[in-house]
């Protein structure tokens, strides 16, 4: 079983950067597939990257292509998701999650394990 804590959330100005950190627990870390989700108000959860196991494959949506980053560092348990040019509507929370595969999934319910969230809010 995987636990997983996001930080790095906070209130930023449109245009400002942002780096989100999610840590997880475990020895088998590495053996995981992660990703990143997102859900603004009144909204549905929507994917935003994902990374696979070793870091060599990763997928992002349109909406954040060319602005966001997906690394990890598995020495630290550590997948860090890099938000620049940020926009109003980057606004959410945003959510980590992991599953145990050599695939690099982007549904929800492909994945087993989730974060509590941390609050991203962009100003105009």
């Known amino acids: 079983q995987v636990q997983l804590v996001e930080s790095g959330g906070g209130l930023v100005q449109a245009g400002d950067s942002l780096r989100l950190s999610c840590i997880g627990s475990?020895?088998?870390?590495?053996?995981?597939?992660m990703g990143w989700f997102r859900q603004a108000p009144g909204k549905e959860r929507e994917f935003v990257a994902a990374?696979?196991?070793?870091?060599?494959?990763?997928i992002f949506s349109d909406s954040v292509k060319d602005r966001f980053t997906i690394s990890r560092d598995n020495a630290e348990n550590t997948v860090y998701l890099q938000m620049n040019s940020l926009k109003p509507e980057d606004t959410a929370v945003y959510y980590c999650?992991?599953?145990?595969?050599?695939?690099?999934?982007?549904?929800?319910?492909?994945?087993?394990?989730w974060g509590q969230g941390t609050q991203v809010t962009v100003s105009s």
């Open positions: 999650a992991a599953r145990f595969t050599r695939t690099t999934p982007t549904r929800q319910r492909e994945y087993n394990y």
């Open positions: 475990g020895p088998t870390f590495r053996n995981y597939a």
């Open positions: 990374i696979s196991w070793s870091g060599g494959s990763t």
